[in-house]
């Protein structure tokens, strides 16, 4: 299919780890792609990092701060219109500061903002998917025996006053406000959430360095470098992961099947403990095992571990899981590209 026929989408976040491999793979389904970057710099550095093929497909627009109110309004006046958005810009990191300012203005804001935005600026477009997370499913205090789409985190405002809590407040607060715009403005536009979990993959082709890698592959990439050559970090809270292309492609698919409309996918591809990490690791890349955690250590994946259940993204998306060990030698070898070998 051709761009003209799949039409153009706004991704926001254009420099992140998910919404680079959410750009390829809307350039592989034929879509015209806008991304959305905070400088010129990081947006020429999308383009750059883009197929020379793709590259016509493709341009960027500035926008500074997602909190910032109708900040997005002027990227609507665009021709051809806009017929999707993807909104995967929101900050997470570790070691907040001010969770209201860093983390839940951003989410929360960012959202509704972008959101009505649309309404107001956008009357072509038809459907939002935004990128929520598990964080916004799991209730690590008392887990569920499984989890589904049904299933939603407790965490309160109050909660994210704590700033080891602010990323997960973040992510239940802005998909609760996302939803409940849909219900009270009635727009012209549907939207579907994809909530994945702990994500790992290849890194972003163009990172300046392996000290701006994203968050989810720290423990992957920390491994590599010796840093857990001691004792092993603890795995908890989270002890699910996916592949950041099957992430994609759940994006890409909730924007393109119809009935994903009005829809949550728990976008999850199974269990990991970094025990189970470096055991892989340490199995395809002998060179690197001086740098490794002892192979006696125990794992620390419960036994009676939390289930997900992952069927409507299988049924609804199509989606087929990546394992654990395809995850981890991708992810890996982009690391040790990045790093030249380390
Ligand atoms: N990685 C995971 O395990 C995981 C799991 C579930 C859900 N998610 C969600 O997936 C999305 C992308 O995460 P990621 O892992 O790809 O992280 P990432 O690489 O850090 O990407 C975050 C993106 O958001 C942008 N951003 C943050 N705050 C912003 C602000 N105030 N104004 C404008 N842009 C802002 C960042 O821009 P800069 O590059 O300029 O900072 C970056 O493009 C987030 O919504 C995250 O919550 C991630």
Not at 21 to 38: P, Q
Not at 181 to 206: C, K
């Amino acid at each position: 299919m051709n761009a003209s026929e799949r039409g153009k989408v706004l991704l926001t976040g254009g420099s992140g780890f998910i919404a680079s491999h959410v750009l390829d793979a809307l350039l592989d389904d034929g879509f015209e792609v806008i991304v959305s970057a905070r400088s010129d710099e990081k947006g020429q550095r999308i383009i750059g990092s883009v197929q020379p093929s793709q590259q016509k497909k493709t341009s960027y627009v500035v926008v500074k701060d997602i909190a910032r109110d109708g900040i997005f309004d002027a990227v609507f006046q665009s021709d051809p219109p806009i017929k999707y958005v993807v909104h995967t810009a929101s900050p997470y990191y570790l070691g907040a500061q001010d969770p209201v300012k860093e983390f839940l203005d951003p989410a929360i804001k960012g959202t509704t903002g972008l959101l009505k935005s649309i309404k107001e600026h956008a009357p072509g477009v038809k459907r939002v998917v935004i990128t929520s997370s598990s964080a916004a499913i799991l209730n690590p205090d008392s887990h569920a025996k499984v989890y589904d789409e049904t299933c939603w985190a407790p965490t309160t405002w109050e909660d994210g006053m704590d700033p080891k809590q602010a990323y997960k407040a973040s992510k239940v607060l802005s998909e609760r406000a996302a939803w409940a715009f849909i219900e009270e403005e009635r727009p012209n536009f549907d939207l579907a959430t994809i909530n994945n979990t702990y994500t790992f993959g290849p890194i972003q082709r163009n990172l300046p360095s392996l000290d701006a890698l994203n968050t989810s592959n720290h423990r992957i990439r920390d491994m590599v470098q010796g840093k857990m050559k001691d004792a092993l970090a603890p795995t908890a809270p989270v002890f699910t992961f996916v592949d950041v292309r099957d992430v994609a492609l759940a994006h890409v698919r909730a924007l393109t099947v119809p009935r994903a409309g009005g829809n949550r996918f728990y976008v999850v591809g199974g269990h990991f403990s970094n025990k189970r990490i470096a055991d892989i690791i340490r199995s395809r890349y002998p060179q690197l095992s001086a740098s490794l955690p002892p192979a006696e250590l125990d794992d620390d994946l419960p036994g009676d571990v939390y289930g997900f259940d992952n069927r409507k993204t299988r049924e609804v998306l199509g989606l087929e899981y990546r394992g654990l060990e395809e995850s981890v030698v991708d992810t890996v070898d982009s690391i040790l590209k990045l790093g030249q070998g380390l």
